[in-house]
């Protein structure tokens, strides 16, 4: 396959078309502004639907209703416009609609800036929104897993009728890398038995989150979701360790974070100190298990963010007394250095 | 080989441009790359620069806070990041719009008169290119001149490709003044 | 008929040639080979004599770089800052 | 028994499309009224198997019960967004998006005109009874002047929150719509009425001409505290004055 | 003082008119409706304003104007409405500007259903809207808390310049008690160095979270913010405990939950069996220290809560593996069961 | 040096309100122009000590750093809800929405018809440039039919997305406001006839009248990618033709 | 002229009276002192023979609780479920 | 003392507003209170019920999921209900609106005829009245049926004080007749 040079908000459009998604809805907002107009410019020529909402919370909406009609449909925002997406996410997650929702985050609170951070952490994994749901949380790293992911979105959505978030950061969809596009999966899978299309030859579909009668419907809807979340926890996740077995220390990160550790990783093995990096791909499901594993007899671990800790909080309740957790963290669209990761982890060998 | 660039100047010049080039020839010669531009403040009126990285082996971050080069286009620009060229490291200088050199002492440093070069080449707009060719031949390692200037025809958009003449006389200028 | 007289500073011009259209004068010209520090050309006037201080250059400046004296009999009113239009 | 020469014949029945199962509307409510015209136009149009009805969140927040359609649930607003999202897919359903004025003149107001802007080819069924019935009986944009509502509990007061809003007249100002009209289920001629034009509604869709709108008073005695009759009879004394009834675009 | 009968939203509406509230913008939602309702009887006649905004969203963002114009500014809703004003509670909380919003949860994810619940609890204490910030979280468990909280709200709001979330859930909103009003605090807050007003004789006041230059602008702002959450996890924890000194199990719940503990625990000790009850008052910041020192020796922790387990990981955080945590939820707006919780313990005891 | 007899008096020179800053925007940009109109009408008004701004998200993000009066930061779209907060607790100060087409018409378009509606007594100054600057270059709600932006690459489709929607017409239908005019800033006419429309829209506050919005045709050269001057000539050969200017209402 | 009947369903009779004030016959109550099992008084008919099936009544009611039966010469059009009006 | 009460009816029956009247006047009475509406379904066409808890002590949880007496008012509520009352606890229902007896053989049960008690004390809408007469009678030590009578002014809105009257022969018809 040819090798490319793209930027990672292309990456993201060009991989969801390969993915088979011919909606797309959404609103501009820096840093993700490649993507929209990356698909305002493909999607016509594949037959597809660009379509500019008038605001977050309509293109949100308007996934609901193209996801509910069977599509394969994304959106994108950054962290403002995320945090507006929030009420729409959790009808999606109440009425087990699959769609995949990017965030190129941004600097925050409120308006911040433009800079890539990872502040949505929390939104995105705990649930911004309300009731009890999760989303499925994917972390790329770069373009070509930025792309790889995508197509991968589209069918864990698909698959578990899920809302699937690609969580970036502003660098990250900024960024431009050589990569090879991905294939499609060519898996597939059927939607007629809930997908609204008109109710021909079958009864009504109807798509709702809503549970009113009798009293402990809505506790059975939970209740069907939760054991689908255990399933995804057991099935899904993902991370990757690098020169983490023989490591005495362990540096967290997820993103342009691990990229930054895996740099860092490489100059304290260069001064002698043995480091090595955990990765979390799938921020949910948390790989709690594994860096349980890979952290077992670790001195220390040290988790990287660029947040004021937010990660770190399912790092410790991964590995809980196991092994001493450490943070560090940059605020407002700042990103660390290798040098104060270096310098951090060397502190701990003295 | 690993060499992290900075490209940084007012937006109109070209930086961003200059940094992608870098990249698609460099990928040409087999070499692993990444570029990240700093896309300014949501808002009008600010600077443009950005980060490039290119190398033999896998790039782990693509963040480049010590360039090994570093190539500056305007004043504020220079007062800015001087300051982040690694020991030892380059920094070329747009001497046709910078009134003052450079204060480090531990670096290389390289003044090139990029807007008079680009303006004999065609016109002034071609000086990230001046600056390109001079940054090729000081660092020679990051691609070949021929290279870049086989990528001008994917790298720059349909609407600018007229300028491509101008660009290749550009780039030859800035090489052979370096 | 009074006479008037611009004031262009040129390091607040961005050089977007407004001023040049709306002088109804036409002794506004954008600078040709010299540049701000900003590295834009810049608004001049190449005859004040002709201006009339019909303040349509100053008002329509996006950036504020225009100041518009009129020339009055010295008895006139203090020359104080006045913004109008 | 008729007389033995004479035979019955059913003239008014039940829409097959309407399901056979009582509602949760109050009495007198027109919801219920509203409901029974839309089936009997997606009867008469023979279009059930291809009609898609969004419900919004409101005292109808369950039309799709009711209505045998394939159906599905908006966030309270934004039955215009996703009726854009099902229609973008489905370019040859017929979907329809029913809202209450909390609904479609509140909390939805940006996504109301905008798909009317955007001339989406959906048709929104506005049910028009100047208050928040689900919630209790709040002010709505449209509760009139001096209306006593739980959160206008010395009535509404023009000079502190402004007069109604009128829903026709602003989406005319738009020029992509097809079809505007306002109604009422007050009267049976009014229900007549509001029969065509939900009629005109539907087929421009099935036609693919574009956007229609049509607003219709109704009766909620529950909210405004009234027997259905008075309810009834305040619609065409006090509503229509601020709310004129006719056609306003039919194109 | 005068013991009355009232509402729990009601009571709410009082308090913050004993509190000086004289502005409260809202929209309706169930179960929260007879606080605007009630706030607009009572506003007008103590010449305050009561205005119901067109949308959540429209609401949190006339809370902001108001509360940067200096006033004492209320807004409440439920689940799905709070959804929508994470974006404006970021904007707040990054313009350091003081409010206190009311979330009377109910059953979710999505449209849900209007039964009381737990499952904001995330979205409240983690930080639904995006970026790095924190919102003093409290969650009463009577009328009279409700009360006497609210009171209490403001101050914290205003002291901190922080937004305080009054969480309760719908069967606390709805439920009526014997209170005594609580009197104002007394406490006086000079706003005059930030607050709009008109720049009188004085430099132009800006209110704004946006920090664009210098680069690390948005960093320092947020360093300042993080340094106030530490001072406020310093002073302000609030927790009761009961039983709990000699108890063996331990019980941890907030709001209704931990009511239905407390009567849990008095079944249990009638029982024979030594438990105990642990209610943090102040969700954000969690009383961490307190719990891990009430939690010392015990043989197990029940955290119950009406959601899917969201407390839990804050208790668990809290004490790491010190003591084992178990934990029991009730989902869609069902409540937990004296029975089930008693039958739960007793099986740790067999 | 100006002949002896004759004195050199300042005619026009910077509103005092205005600070003595360079701004941000791009060259020709209309905001720039709009802030010194706004400026000017401050101090003519002498309002400068009860004003209070609302900066929205748009390139004009940072207007309170170029006009010295309190100012206040509103989300994108919400500038009309911020403004009705401060008025609600300040209602003897001049506070101004100051928004763009993509803040005011699209994600804002529920709080502009509802602040609208309820008559708050507030000036809004909607800048309407056809295109989204700050984000460099997207579709407006008013972008014209035809016009090529980052996301209408081909061109704005009027059967896909609809026609520009006019924000002045759309207000005129409403009963509260008293003030509604629609003005450009692409000559020096124009520029002379805007600062009289906000003139009034201040006075309007300052005599507590109420409402008041003023549309100014506004150039983006950047984004609409034409040099300066062919964009005050778009704006009247391409603008002004799908919106008219003048006054829809003055009470 | 055609006559007609009114089928009332008590049980799914609100009481809301609409039908009564529609009927322009007058010839429809409410039930005095009977309620149905939803505890509510309900419409009836208490002189058929005067009904013109003009379907005002059933056209109203927001509960399909009424169906109107048109009677008409033995060898008209079958006697299927219609909606009209 | 403690007594878990539940009432349960459709809306419009005055089943919440009893259960006030019962907290207020066993607060008069020094009694500890609590008041836990079910608030419907957020649509209309709903049943209506209350659970009210009042104690000698402070109440801990106020939810009442095995009430010691139970009100029933029309028959869904009957059927869904009589379960939870706890063995040996009381079941009072409205005889007048529903055609089936209980199925309980393990609690006191009492049939009222509500409606026609109330009828004939004035309005059929005073049942609610008459089943907390009833129920006065068989727990005296919720309060006292002067303590309930005396709290009718504050209870009802004012739209409905001219029915205290009514009320209060409804209540005394309620507590003589069990
Ligand atoms: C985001 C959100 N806000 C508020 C509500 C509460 N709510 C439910 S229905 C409704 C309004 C109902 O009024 P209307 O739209 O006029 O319809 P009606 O019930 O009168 O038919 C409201 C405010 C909600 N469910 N979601
Ligand atoms: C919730 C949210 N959505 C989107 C954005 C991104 N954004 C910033 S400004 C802007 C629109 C700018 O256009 P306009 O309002 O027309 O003002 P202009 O820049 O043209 O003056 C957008 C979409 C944001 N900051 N917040
Ligand atoms: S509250 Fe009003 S709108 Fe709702 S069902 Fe009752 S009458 Fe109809
Ligand atoms: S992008 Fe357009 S609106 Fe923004 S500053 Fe530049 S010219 Fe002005
Ligand atoms: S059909 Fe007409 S005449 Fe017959 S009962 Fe009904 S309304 Fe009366
Ligand atoms: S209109 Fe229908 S529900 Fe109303 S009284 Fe008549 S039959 Fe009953």
């Known amino acids: 396959m040819a090798v490319t040079l793209m930027k990672g908000n292309e990456a993201i459009g060009e991989a969801a078309i390969i993915a088979g998604c011919r909606h797309y809805f959404g609103y501009p907002i820096t840093p993700q502004n490649e993507l929209p107009a990356y698909m305002s410019m493909r999607l016509p020529k594949v037959g597809g639907t660009f379509l500019q909402a008038e605001s977050e919370v309509a293109a949100i909406n308007m996934v609901l209703g193209a996801s509910a009609a069977g599509a394969r449909v994304m959106t994108s925002s950054s962290s403002p416009g995320v945090s507006l997406k929030m009420e729409g996410i959790s009808y999606l997650s109440g009425a087990e609609l699959p769609a995949v929702v990017v965030n190129m985050m941004r600097g925050g609170p409120g308006l911040g800036n433009i800079a890539g951070a990872q502040g949505d952490y929390f939104q995105a994994v705990k649930g911004g929104g309300h009731g009890d749901y999760h989303c499925i949380v994917l972390a790329p790293n770069g373009v070509q897993e930025l792309a790889d992911l995508t197509v991968k979105a589209f069918d864990l959505a698909d698959q578990y009728r899920i809302v699937v978030i690609i969580l970036g950061d502003g660098f990250i969809g900024q960024m431009s890398e050589p990569i090879t596009l991905p294939a499609p999966s060519g898996r597939v899978f059927d939607k007629s038995a809930w997908m609204l299309s008109g109710a021909t030859g079958r009864d009504p579909h109807v798509i709702a989150s809503m549970r009113l009668a009798p009293d402990d419907a809505l506790a059975h809807l939970n209740a069907r979701l939760q054991d689908k979340y255990r399933v995804i926890e057991k099935a899904e996740c993902m991370w990757e360790k690098s020169q983490a077995d023989d490591a005495e220390f362990l540096l967290v990160g997820f993103g342009l974070s691990a990229r930054i550790c895996r740099s860092s990783v490489s100059a304290l093995r260069k001064a002698g100190v043995r480091a090595g990096l955990f990765r979390p791909i799938t921020l949910w499901p948390f790989p709690s298990g594994e860096l349980a594993r890979a952290a077992a007899g670790k001195k220390k671990i040290l988790v990287v963010e660029m947040n004021a800790g937010q990660m770190v909080e399912d790092v410790r309740l991964s590995v809980l007394s196991s092994v001493p957790v450490d943070f560090l963290g940059t605020l407002g669209g700042v990103t660390p250095s290798v040098d104060e990761i270096v310098e951090r982890v060397r502190s701990y060998a003295r | 080989m690993y060499e992290g660039l900075f490209f940084a100047g007012f937006g109109g010049q070209g930086i961003i441009l200059a940094g992608k080039i870098v990249c698609l020839a460099a990928m040409g010669e087999g070499k692993h790359v990444s570029h990240i531009p700093s896309y300014g403040a949501e808002m009008r009126g600010g600077t443009a620069n950005c980060s490039v990285v290119v190398s033999d082996d896998e790039i782990a971050s693509p963040l480049v806070p010590r360039p090994s080069a570093c190539i500056v286009m305007n004043k504020p620009s220079l007062l800015k990041f001087q300051s982040i060229v690694q020991v030892g490291g380059l920094l070329l200088w747009n001497e046709s719009l910078i009134d003052l050199a450079p204060s480090r002492t531990d670096i290389e440093t390289l003044a090139v008169k990029a807007n008079e070069i680009a303006e004999a080449a065609g016109s002034y707009k071609a000086a990230n290119m001046v600056m390109l060719g001079a940054l090729l031949k000081r660092k020679p390692d990051i691609a070949s001149l021929e290279a870049v200037i086989g990528v001008l025809g994917v790298a720059v958009s349909v609407r600018h490709r007229e300028l491509n003449d101008i660009n290749r006389k550009a780039l030859t200028g800035g090489y052979e003044r370096a | ?85 | 028994m008729p007389v033995e020469t004479l035979q019955e014949k059913l003239v008014y029945g039940r829409p097959q499309v309407l399901a056979d199962v009582p509602n949760h509307y109050c009495p007198g409510c027109g919801h219920g009224i509203i409901h029974k015209l839309l089936a009997q136009c997606i009867d008469e149009l023979g279009i059930q198997q291809t009609t898609i009805l969004v419900a919004p969140v409101g005292c109808s927040v369950l039309a799709y019960n009711y209505i045998k359609v394939d159906g599905c649930e908006a966030a309270h607003g934004r039955a215009p967004a996703v009726a854009t999202g099902i229609k973008r897919v489905h370019p040859e359903a017929t979907v329809i998006a029913y809202q209450g004025d909390g609904d479609l003149l509140a909390i939805g107001t940006a996504e109301t005109i905008h798909a009317a802007n955007r001339g989406e080819k959906i048709t929104v069924i506005f049910v028009n009874n100047a208050i928040y019935g689900m919630t209790g009986g709040q002010m709505a944009p449209t509760t009139l002047q001096a209306q006593k509502t739980k959160t206008s509990p010395y009535g509404r007061n023009p000079a502190d929150v402004g007069y109604p809003i009128r829903a026709c007249e602003l989406i005319n100002t738009l020029d992509a719509p097809v079809f505007i009209e306002r109604c009422a289920v007050s009267s049976v001629k009014g229900i007549l009425k509001t029969k065509r034009a939900i009629m005109k509604g539907l087929r421009n869709q099935v036609e693919k001409k574009g956007y229609s709108f049509i607003e219709i008073l109704s009766m909620c005695p529950t909210g405004w505290g009234m027997e259905p009759r008075e309810a009834a009879a305040w619609v065409d004394s006090d509503m229509t004055p601020v709310f004129p009834l006719g056609n306003l675009r039919d194109r």
């Open chain 3, 1 to 85: 008929m009074s006479r008037g007289r611009p004031e262009l500073d040129r390091e607040r011009c961005k050089g977007c040639t407004l001023c040049v259209s709306a002088c109804p004068e036409k002794i506004l010209v954008m600078s040709r080979d010299q540049f701000n520090r900003q590295g834009v050309p810049f608004a001049v006037c190449f005859d004040e004599s002709r201006c009339t201080a019909c303040m349509s250059c100053a008002i329509i400046c996006p950036d504020m770089a225009i100041r518009i004296f009129r020339l009055t009999a010295a008895a006139s009113e203090p020359n104080v800052a006045a913004s109008d239009g």
